[in-house]
């Protein structure tokens, strides 16, 4: 059975081309490695996956930046464009349903990174408003730039800093790595003392050899999936990370810039005493920040309607700064970001910054339906 079109598609389109935005057909069908290789692990495991004839791993077209992103950079398109679109997207969704319609905008190449992240936040506000008539709605705002220059601020070894920010926007996740960043060193177990000397010292090259030695002597060199090489450096990462650990002060400093919840317009102020009073700085970080707020108010956003949370991310992977979603009586109605790596990965020769967001139109066709005693309109 085809999903039919909710009936304000049409409306949407229209809004968005007031927006300077030229609407996009994306093909259903798409190469599946960009979505495995860049969408974050929440998305890969929803999707669904194909093959052609020829064996190209192909999927259901689960969502619609990366393709609108490689669109852009096949046909060479100059920059900043603003891309607008409306479809099917398929996935496995928690809350029921294989598809659905998503419809949103995607803006490309301004080099205004406060302007265009204040236009994407209006944008998907306004298209709500005219949607949704008089329903109450909320915007809950991140910045994952913010979260990493505090995890950068903290000394820990990229490879924690890494988990760190993977983990953003999963409270779950980052409780369980703060309470492994918060026990003391455990020792990689099932060494002798001599290749426990070498891992103690950091000899990734003389531990290298002498996995090879006994891998030759025992024959299974010749049947090995990795190098000793590779082994070694495996090893010494994974002493590197379980010997790191924060210490009680720096874990508060985390903890507490996680815990911030304010008000966007009292947000500035807030994030600054955070920094002072933990003794961190983060001043290029909070600079991007204060610009977007500015940017907000200059375009005339109703920031009494918002809130900054230190905690709150999105579970894709390939974000980069701003986040954010807009809720009406506990619904997720739209959600975006910023992506300025995205590009650059999918093959664009120069990096092109890039921000957007999309609406769930089944969720938004619920709503408007009990705004009218349980008919659509």
């Given at each position: 059975?085809?999903l039919?079109?909710?009936?304000?598609?049409?409306?949407?389109?229209?809004?968005f081309?007031?927006?300077?935005?030229?609407?996009?057909?994306?093909?259903?069908?798409?190469?599946?490695?960009?979505?495995?290789?860049?969408?974050?692990?929440?998305?890969?495991?929803?999707?669904?996956?194909t093959?052609?004839?020829?064996?190209?791993?192909?999927?259901?077209?689960?969502?619609?930046?990366i393709?609108?992103?490689?669109?852009?950079?096949?046909?060479?398109?100059?920059?900043?464009?603003?891309?607008?679109?409306?479809?099917?997207?398929?996935?496995?969704?928690?809350?029921?349903?294989?598809?659905?319609?998503?419809?949103?905008?995607?803006?490309?190449?301004?080099a205004?990174?406060?302007?265009?992240?204040?236009?994407?936040?209006?944008?998907?506000?306004?298209?709500?408003?005219?949607?949704?008539?008089?329903?109450?709605?909320?915007?809950?705002?991140?910045?994952?730039t913010?979260?990493?220059?505090?995890?950068?601020?903290?000394?820990?070894?990229?490879?924690?800093?890494?988990?760190?920010?993977?983990?953003?926007?999963?409270?779950?996740?980052?409780?369980?790595?703060?309470?492994?960043?918060?026990?003391?060193?455990?020792?990689?177990?099932?060494?002798?003392?001599?290749?426990?000397?070498?891992?103690?010292?950091?000899?990734?090259?003389?531990?290298?050899?002498?996995?090879?030695?006994?891998?030759?002597?025992?024959?299974?060199l010749?049947?090995?999936?990795?190098?000793?090489?590779?082994i070694?450096g495996?090893?010494?990462?994974?002493?590197?990370?379980?010997?790191?650990?924060?210490?009680?002060k720096?874990?508060?400093?985390?903890?507490?810039?996680?815990?911030?919840?304010?008000?966007?317009?009292?947000?500035?102020?807030?994030?600054?005493?955070?920094?002072?009073?933990?003794?961190?700085?983060?001043?290029?970080?909070?600079?991007?920040?204060?610009?977007?707020?500015?940017?907000?108010?200059?375009?005339?956003?109703?920031?009494?309607?918002?809130?900054?949370?230190?905690?709150?991310?999105?579970?894709?992977?390939y974000?980069?700064?701003?986040?954010?979603?807009?809720?009406?009586?506990?619904?997720?109605?739209?959600?975006?970001?910023?992506?300025?790596?995205?590009?650059?990965?999918?093959?664009?020769?120069?990096?092109?910054?890039?921000?957007?967001?999309?609406?769930?139109?089944?969720?938004?066709?619920?709503?408007?339906?009990?705004?009218?005693?349980?008919?659509?309109?």
């Open positions: 059975m085809t039919k079109q909710p009936e304000f598609a049409d409306d949407i389109l229209s809004l081309s007031q927006r300077s935005t030229q609407t996009v057909d994306i093909p259903v069908i798409q190469p599946a490695d960009p979505f495995l290789d860049m969408a974050g692990e929440d998305l890969r495991r929803r999707i669904f996956l093959e052609s004839e020829t064996g190209q791993s192909l999927c259901l077209r689960p969502e619609f930046t393709p609108v992103c490689l669109r852009h950079i096949e046909l060479a398109s100059g920059t900043p464009q603003r891309y607008a679109y409306l479809g099917q997207v398929f996935r496995q969704r928690r809350d029921g349903g294989n598809e659905f319609f998503q419809a949103g905008i995607e803006d490309l190449g301004n205004d990174t406060a302007a265009a992240d204040a236009a994407a936040i209006m944008d998907a506000g306004d298209t709500l408003s005219v949607l949704l008539p008089g329903t109450a709605l909320a915007t809950t705002i991140g910045d994952q913010v979260f990493e220059a505090v995890v950068a601020a903290l000394g820990l070894p990229d490879g924690w800093q890494t988990r760190l920010i993977r983990a953003f926007g999963d409270q779950d996740q980052l409780d369980a790595l703060l309470a492994g960043l918060s026990q003391p060193p455990i020792d990689v177990p099932g060494l002798d003392d001599e290749a426990a000397a070498l891992l103690a010292t950091g000899d990734e090259a003389g531990l290298a050899a002498l996995i090879d030695t006994r891998m030759t002597a025992t024959g299974y010749s049947n090995a999936s990795r190098t000793p090489a590779e070694a495996r090893l010494i990462e994974k002493a590197r990370l379980s010997s790191a650990h924060l210490d009680a720096a874990l508060d400093v985390l903890k507490t810039f996680l815990a911030l919840n304010a008000p966007l317009a009292d947000a500035p102020g807030a994030l600054a005493a955070f920094a002072r009073i933990a003794g961190i700085d983060i001043s290029a970080a909070l600079a991007g920040f204060d610009e977007r707020v500015a940017a907000l108010k200059d375009i005339g956003f109703d920031a009494s309607t918002a809130r900054y949370r230190a905690a709150f991310g999105r579970p894709l992977d974000y980069t700064g701003l986040v954010f979603e807009v809720t009406a009586q506990g619904s997720v109605l739209a959600g975006g970001g910023r992506f300025d790596r995205l590009l650059t990965l999918l093959g664009a020769r120069t990096a092109i910054p890039a921000v957007g967001f999309s609406l769930w139109l089944d969720r938004i066709a619920n709503m408007r339906a009990q705004a009218n005693g349980g008919a659509g309109r």
